[in-house]
């Protein structure tokens, strides 16, 4: 399984931007999916997650500001965000805690490489 995130760049306090993840491989299905982010020094922290039926959960640091989606024809998770404050600089990494590649197989664990989002006052 392999994950590739895009959409990160530079954008002045109270912009947006979208981020894209998408998950390659032998796919039947996915669980849950999420955004988790790394500013530097810091731990990496999550952002956001949804589940295969669509519940969504968020930080609070962005709750209102970050909306977090998936197209599961295309095995894609998104992140929508507005509002940005330079506290959301960070590298975001995209995440699947389970791939079902049959009925009885599957991966766990599965990270993309991360792409960096910069915020600037």
């Known amino acids: 399984v392999q994950l590739q995130a895009s959409g990160g760049g530079s954008v002045q306090a109270g912009g947006s931007l979208r981020l894209s993840c998408a998950v390659f491989g032998r796919i039947l299905s996915i669980d849950s999916m999420a955004w988790h982010r790394q500013a530097p020094g810091q731990q990496r922290e999550q952002v956001a997650t949804?589940?295969?039926?669509?519940?969504?959960n968020y930080a609070d640091s962005v709750k209102g500001r970050f909306t977090i989606s998936r197209d599961n024809r295309k095995n894609e998770v998104y992140l929508q965000m507005n509002n940005l404050k330079p506290e959301d600089a960070a590298v975001y990494y995209c995440?699947?805690?389970?791939?079902?590649?049959?009925?009885?197989?599957?991966?766990?664990?599965?990270w993309g490489r991360g792409t960096q989002v910069t915020v600037s006052s």
């Open positions: 995440y699947v805690d389970r791939v079902y590649h049959s009925l009885t197989t599957y991966s766990q664990n599965s």
């Open positions: 949804i589940t295969s039926g669509g519940r969504t």
